[in-house]
């Protein structure tokens, strides 16, 4: 059994008009938020086994605050550049090219192919957008992520931080 977790990076900082979308950081609410998420994942019991992120300045650090809440070396963290303004494609290129001893993974990226990923999924589910720091999960029965993409997948969660 597989875990796949998608991961849209934490809310981020628009504060520098002039910086470009790959270097944007996060907001203090970004930063408040992903720790929160990811205790969320801690307390729901999902031990994740490797984080995957875009290198892009905003899913690199959520990446790196949820890895710090699971307590794991931050150099562990993969770096994929086609993560960043990825599609789809991309998305199962990428989980196909996992690693097989790993059993539940988690990956930090951006919308829209972020959103557009997770509704190619599970069928019969619907996501209009993938908030900042929202958490899509789904389990696959299979032992190799190269057989991802064809296998039937079963939701698992979807979560997002509530703004009040």
């Known amino acids: 059994m597989k875990t796949l977790l998608v991961i849209r990076h934490a809310k981020s900082s628009w504060s520098v008009a002039s910086l470009n979308d790959f270097d944007r950081s996060l907001n203090e609410r970004g930063k408040k938020d992903a720790p929160v998420m990811a205790q969320r994942l801690l307390d729901r019991k999902i031990m994740i086994d490797a984080f995957v992120s875009s290198p892009a300045k905003r899913a690199k650090k959520t990446a790196e605050l949820f890895s710090t809440v699971y307590h794991k070396n931050l150099n562990d963290i993969i770096y994929v550049s086609a993560l960043y303004q990825a599609s789809p494609e991309v998305f199962f290129q990428v989980v196909e090219q996992l690693n097989d001893d790993l059993n539940c993974?988690?990956?930090?990226?951006?919308?829209?192919?972020?959103?557009e990923f997770v509704?190619?999924?599970?069928?019969?589910?619907s996501i209009d957008d993938m908030p900042t720091c929202s958490i899509?999960?789904?389990?696959v029965n299979i032992s190799k992520?190269?057989?991802f993409k064809k296998a039937k997948k079963e939701f698992l969660m979807f979560d997002f931080p509530k703004v009040v």
Do not use: C, D, M
Request: without cysteine.
């Open 145 to 147: 992520w190269k057989e």
């Open 105 to 115: 993974v988690a990956i930090f990226s951006h919308n829209p192919g972020i959103t």
């Open 136 to 139: 899509f999960a789904v389990q």
């Open 119 to 125: 509704n190619q999924l599970v069928e019969n589910t």
